[in-house]
C-alpha cells in the first residue's frame, strides 16, 4: 500500500476529510522552498502536489503561472525538483504528488523521470496535460516505478471517461472543479455537489476536488461529497507574499491549520 493510500485509509476510519497542498518547487526559491512545504505538512497536510515549473502552463492561472516564473529564473530544473523532494522526505512522511506537464517529464526521460522520482521519495505523479487517452507510456512505467498514477476529470466528462480514468490510475482521482484554469475563486460552481456525487459513483479510487479552492469554508464545501479539497493557488498567494521571510513557512502552517480545522 502506498503512502497515498495509506492515507486515505487513515483518513477513512477517522472520518476526516483529506486535504491536499500544492506549491511549486524552487519558489521563492530552494530553500524557501523546502521550508514552506515543510510548514505545510507540519500544518496538517494530508499530501503534498509539488509542482514542476513549465515555460507554458496551459491549464494554471496567473497565480502559478507567476510562480512558474520566479521559479524558473531561479534556477529550478526537474532534477532540481526531484532534489527538493529527496531533502523533504528527509524530513516528513506526508506524502509528495509531483504536478506538472509531460514536456519536461519527456525531456527529461519518462522511464529515467518515474525512477528518479520514486527515489527521491515522490509517491505519485500527475501529468495535467496528458490525458487517459495518452497516457500509455508513462502511465505504466509509473507504476512500475512503485508511483501512484493520478487521473484527472472535469464537470465535462462522462461516466465511461470517468470510469476509464479511474481503472487505470491508483491513489485517488482528481475532480477538477471548473471548465478552465486553475486560480482561488470566491465561490464554487452550484452544481459541485451533483458533479462529485456523479463521479464518485463511478470511482473506485478516493476523489478530491480542486481548482478555486480559496479559504477554509470553501475547503469544507469541497469535500463535502468528495474525500479531499485540493488547495492550490491560495497557498502559492502566501509564498508570494512572504517570499524568503521566515514567517512565511509559519504563515502558511496556521493556514493550513485553519483549513484542517474547517473541514473537521
Known sequence: MSRIEQAFARLGKSGEKGLVVYLTAGDPNRRGSLAYLCGAAEGGADILEVGIPFSDPMADG????????????????????????????????????????????????????????????????????????????????????????????????????????????SGFLYLISVTGITGARKALPPRLPEWTREVKAQSRLPVAVGFGISHPAMAKEAATHADAAVVGSACVRMVERYGTSRQGPVALRRFVQSLKKAMR
Open 62 to 169: 496567473p497565480t502559478i503561472q507567476a510562480a512558474f516564473r520566479r521559479s524558473l529564473a531561479g534556477g529550478m530544473t526537474t532534477g532540481r525538483a526531484l532534489s527538493l523532494v529527496s531533502s523533504f522526505r528527509k524530513k516528513h512522511e506526508t506524502p509528495v504528488v509531483i504536478f506538472g506537464y509531460y514536456n519536461p517529464f519527456l525531456q527529461y526521460g519518462i522511464r529515467d523521470f518515474c525512477r528518479d522520482a520514486r527515489s527521491a521519495g515522490a509517491d505519485g505523479i500527475l501529468v495535467v496535460d496528458l490525458p487517459p487517452e495518452e497516457g500509455g507510456e508513462m502511465a505504466p512505467e509509473a507504476k512500475r516505478s512503485g508511483l501512484d498514477w493520478i487521473p484527472l476529470v472535469s464537470p465535462t466528462s462522462g461516466g465511461d471517461r470517468v470510469r476509464r480514468a479511474a481503472a487505470v490510475g
